[in-house]
Every structure is written in C-alpha cells, then in structure tokens.
C-alpha cells in the first residue's frame, strides 16, 4: 500500500509539473502576443504621426514626395517583417491594403494616394491606441473598435 501511495505522489508531482510548464507557456505567449500588438501600435502611431506632420494643417499642398516615397518604403518593409506576427484578420487586410497604397504612391506620387495613407492610420491609431486629438474616422479600416 505504500507503493500505491508513493506513485500517487509521483503522478500528482509530473501533472503539477505539467500544470506549471503550461501555465508558463501561456504566460510566455500572452507576453509575445502583448509585445508584439505593442510593437504594432507604435508602428501605427509613428506613421500617423509623419502623416500629421507632412499633411496636416494644409501642408498636404506642398509636399516633398521624396520623404513621402521613403515613408512609403518604410511602412512597407515594417508590414512585411511584422505580417507574419499578426493574427487579427481584419488588421491583415488593411495593412496588406496599406502596402498596395504604399506601392502605388511609389509608381504615381499622387497627393490623394497620401491623404488615404493618412487616413488609414489614422483610423488605425484611433481603434488600436485609443488617439484621442481626434475620434472622426474616415471609415477605410476594416479593424474595428
């Protein structure tokens, strides 16, 4: 009987073990999956940021389309490095909607390509980081609050 015992024991230690080693692996994964959403909403931020800054208060009218085309590169190398980590649909699509812009401004250099960049992020930064200088979306996102 102090056999049965003693295996009981054994059994009750490898499944707390178990236990322990998955709790640490959700914890571990729930942290990836916070670094990585904040990774994606300081990419949004920044971006929405540049467009504010070289847009914003009528400087859409005067712009220097070399900053814009290296913005546009930048924002598409970040979205294909980050693709991968992303598991929200509807984010997907608007940032596999964001590299066809971002290729498009490239080609085309149109100031109404820039100003739906812009709005893109900022739709984004209101839905994904609470922006708050402004709650008028412009409806071109398919992520939502």
């Known amino acids: 009987m102090k056999r049965a015992s003693g295996s009981t024991e054994i059994v ?3 499944n707390n073990e178990k ?3 998955t709790k640490k692996s959700a914890e571990q994964e729930n942290e990836s999956v916070s670094q990585n959403k904040a990774d994606i909403g300081d990419f949004i931020a920044q971006a929405h940021d540049f467009y504010n800054d070289t ?3 009528g400087a859409i009218n005067d712009i220097d389309w070399d900053e814009q085309v290296t ?6 190398e970040t979205i294909n490095n980050q693709l991968g980590e992303i598991a929200n649909e509807s984010l ?4 596999d909607a964001i590299k066809k812009l971002t290729n498009q ?3 085309e250099k149109n100031m109404n390509t820039v100003r739906q960049l812009h ?3 900022h739709d984004l930064d209101i839905v994904w980081n609470n ?7 412009w409806g071109v996102t398919e992520t939502e609050e």
């Open 119 to 121: 709005r893109y992020f």
């Open 19 to 21: 236990k322990e080693q």
């Open 92 to 95: 997907i699509r608007d940032l």
């Open 12 to 14: 009750d230690a490898k």
């Open 131 to 137: 922006y708050s200088r402004s709650k008028k979306l």
């Open 71 to 76: 913005q546009a590169q930048t924002i598409r």
């Open 105 to 107: 401004l490239e080609q």
């Open 55 to 57: 847009t914003g208060y």
